[in-house]
């Protein structure tokens, strides 16, 4: 089992920044890759970004690209994720998600946080 814990979300002004942290406890987290999902109202969750367990390979969605970054420290069992030049759309729920492989990484089987609020307000 693996417990996580997302924290740092709140509300930020457009063209703001926030960092979301997902912290890990149970089972050695460095051998799962990680991601980002959020959930807007009203609409599916979906994917924002992930981290193979090195952190050597990350992959985001083309709606974060170039504004957002995910990265590990597995010395401190933590995921982040660094939101800059926030959009209201931007405006979610956002998950912890882990699971062995980053193809799968989205399944209702894998592990998840109970989600932090992230607003940004115009």
């Known amino acids: 089992q693996v417990q996580l814990e997302e924290s740092g979300g709140g509300l930020a002004q457009v063209g703001g920044s926030l960092r979301l942290s997902c912290a890990a406890s149970g089972r050695t987290f460095s051998r799962y890759a990680m991601g980002w999902f959020r959930q807007a109202p009203g609409k599916e969750r979906e994917f924002v970004a992930s981290?193979?367990?090195?952190?050597?390979?990350?992959n985001y969605a083309d709606s974060v690209k170039g504004r957002f970054t995910i990265s590990r420290d597995n010395a401190k069992n933590t995921l982040y994720l660094q939101m800059n030049s926030l959009k209201p759309e931007d405006t979610a729920v956002y998950y912890c998600?882990?699971?062995?492989?980053?193809?799968?990484?989205?399944?209702?089987?894998?592990?998840w946080g109970q989600g932090i609020q992230v607003t940004v307000s115009s």
């Open positions: 998600n882990a699971d062995f492989i980053p193809r799968v990484l989205g399944r209702e089987g894998g592990y």
């Open positions: 981290i193979t367990w090195s952190g050597g390979d990350t």
